[in-house]
Structures are given as structure tokens and as C-alpha cells.
Nanobody, 119 residues
Framework: QVQLVESGGGLVQAGGSLRLSCAAS????????MGWFRQAPGKEREFIAA????????NYADSVKGRFTISGDNAKRTVYLQMNSLKPEDTAVYYC????????????WGQGTQVTVSS
């Protein structure tokens, strides 16, 4: 079994920063990409950012582009999300996930970490 554990969430004022971490453990697995998603109350889960290990290609949702930065280490099976210039609308539960193959969707998910941005 594979476990993903997020950490680093918390309460921050608007304009502040947080750095989320996600570490994978368990049986070895191949990983095409890892990503971050979030879900705010009453809303659907949305994609935030992803890193494709080959070439370290990164992708971001328009809502966070220029403010959030994803990074990670495939060998250590860790991924980070640096969040700057946080806004109240960034308040959500943030999840990390791994996508083992390019032809499949994200298949392992963490339990989430709460991020609350006060105005």
C-alpha cells in the first residue's frame, strides 16, 4: 500500500505565505507526476499544480499562477507547494496526489491539510 501524508497547513493572514509538504511512503511505486489539489467548502475539488518528473515540467491553475510554486524530489517521493500572496479564496483543504502513469489519472491521494487565509 502507498500512503501520502501532507503537512504544513494552518491559519495565515491574507498576503502571507505557507509551504505545504507531501511525503509518500509504503511499497515502491513508479510515479509519472505528483500534484496538488484543493477543495473549499461547498465546491468541487480543483487542480492547483503538478510536477511531471521527466524534465521537471510544472503546470498551474490560472488562479494560482505566479503565486504558488510546486517542487519536489522524485527519488525521495516528496513534493512541496510554496504558497505566497495568499488570499481568503485560497482557503480550502489541500490534497496531494500521485499519478503513476501518463495514461492514467491520479490514483493515490493524501488525507489533506487545511489552509485558512483570514482577511
Amino acid at each position: 500500500q502507498v500512503q501520502l501524508v501532507e503537512s504544513g497547513g494552518g491559519l495565515v493572514q491574507a498576503g502571507g505565505s505557507l509551504r505545504l509538504s507531501c511525503a509518500a511512503s509504503g511499497r515502491p511505486f513508479s510515479s509519472y507526476a505528483m500534484g496538488w489539489f484543493r477543495q473549499a467548502p461547498g465546491k468541487e475539488r480543483e487542480f492547483i499544480a503538478a510536477i511531471i518528473w521527466i524534465g521537471a515540467t510544472t503546470n498551474y491553475a490560472d488562479s494560482v499562477k505566479g503565486r504558488f510554486t510546486i517542487s519536489g524530489d522524485n527519488a525521495k517521493r516528496t513534493v512541496y507547494l510554496q504558497m505566497n500572496s495568499l488570499k481568503p479564496e485560497d482557503t480550502a483543504v489541500y490534497y496531494c496526489a500521485t499519478r503513476r502513469y501518463s495514461y492514467r489519472d491520479y490514483d493515490y491521494w493524501g488525507q489533506g491539510t487545511q489552509v485558512t487565509v483570514s482577511s
